[in-house]
């Protein structure tokens, strides 16, 4: 009798590594053991015509599992536009990236982390947003000269007032979000606290320490005799553990809308502590403007329904791009959404 065994694993493997498995059982070779049939002594065909059945069979159930394995794969394309921590879980990206996350992603993470700890929710951004929460929930009325400093990208389509919907210039946009979602906090004696660690956009001129697409993170809380003293005590306290050694804060006067009074906030370079005239990260000014703050004005507070007599709260908002360099010793923010594998392969 002819021996089909080797036959089949022959064809098992083709199936196996083909994308067109189906094709493999119009093969020439299967067909050959068919035409056979007929040559063979009567006594010994009936037996035969059953085993080339039985491969036939077993050929059959191959090609079926093949072609689920071959779909599943198709269900899972690679998504572009996931951040690079989503991705990196396939192996070829592993392959590629050594697995490691995307700075931003890990950065994002333990500041989420020492917030958290500190007692504030963390929630998401959007990226099409509407001027509401961009500027009048934030106290720039239409016509404000301060809407201009934003650089803000607009979009065609335009929201139910006429208005263009916009990407958003700052993560402050989802302060009204979190006063209102939040505000039943207050009744029960609780406090507002959240942050916002995301993206935003400006239509910017492009350099070393400018990109049109970075993060922010904002703060926001609210309860009773809420102070300044509070608002530097809360920054001062993240950005320690956040950079794990003892800092210096300056709290200089500002303008924002939406803060009063309103702060600029450097702190010590962590760096050259001011010792070093040619430090990178300071210019040897000793000190490094990092975040805009102060305590919510009132209108903001009115607009999300919290009777301002009552309550006080803060906000800050706080480049993380800018933290990172920081922290790393960045030379240039673009490297940062440059998808650079060389940068990337260092975190
Ligand atoms: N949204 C401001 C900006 O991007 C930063 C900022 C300043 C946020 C003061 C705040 C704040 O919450 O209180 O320039």
Avoid at 216 to 241: H, S
Avoid at 256 to 282: N, R
Avoid at 316 to 330: E, N
Wanted: proline share 5%; net charge negative; aromatic share 8%.
């Amino acid at each position: 009798m002819i021996d089909t065994s080797k036959l089949k694993s022959e064809l098992l493997l083709e199936i196996s590594s083909t994308d067109a498995p189906r094709t493999v059982l119009r093969s020439d070779k299967l067909k050959d053991l068919y035409s056979q049939i007929p040559t063979l002594p009567p006594e010994q065909r009936g037996d035969f015509g059953r085993l080339v059945n039985q491969l036939k069979n077993e050929l059959e159930q191959a090609v079926v599992e093949r072609e689920a394995e071959l779909s599943k794969v198709e269900l899972e394309p690679i998504d572009v536009t996931a951040p690079m921590d989503v991705n990196s879980n396939r192996p070829e990206m592993i392959a590629a990236t050594d697995g490691s996350q995307h700075p931003l992603s890990q950065e994002i993470t333990k500041i989420a982390d020492i917030f958290n700890r500190m007692g504030y929710l963390v929630e998401e951004s959007r990226e099409v947003d509407d001027q509401f929460h961009m500027f009048e929930s934030l106290n720039f009325p239409k016509g404000h000269p301060a809407r201009d400093d934003y650089d803000t990208f607009m979009t065609e389509e335009v929201d139910e007032n006429g208005d263009r919907l916009i990407a958003p210039a700052h993560t402050s946009t989802m302060q009204n979000r979190i006063l209102k979602k939040y505000r039943s906090n207050l009744d029960k004696g609780e406090a507002i606290a959240a942050i916002v660690p995301d993206r935003v956009f400006r239509n910017e001129d492009l350099d070393s320490r400018h990109e049109h697409t970075f993060y922010q993170i904002e703060g926001v809380y609210v309860a009773k005799n809420v102070t300044v003293g509070n608002l530097i005590a809360t920054l001062k306290e993240f950005l320690q553990e956040y950079y794990q050694q003892d800092l210096d804060v300056r709290v200089n006067p500002f303008y924002f809308p939406f803060t009063e009074p309103s702060f600029e906030f450097a702190l010590s370079c962590p760096f050259c502590k001011g010792q070093d005239d040619s430090c990178k990260v300071c210019s040897g000014e000793g000190w490094v403007e990092l975040l805009g703050c102060g305590l919510i004005h009132l209108n903001v507070l009115k607009m999300a329904d919290i009777d301002p007599s009552e309550y006080t709260g803060f906000a800050f908002g706080c480049g993380i791009d800018r933290l990172i360099m920081m922290k790393h010793q960045i030379e240039d923010i673009r490297h940062l959404e440059s998808a650079k594998l060389d940068f990337l392969k260092q975190f």
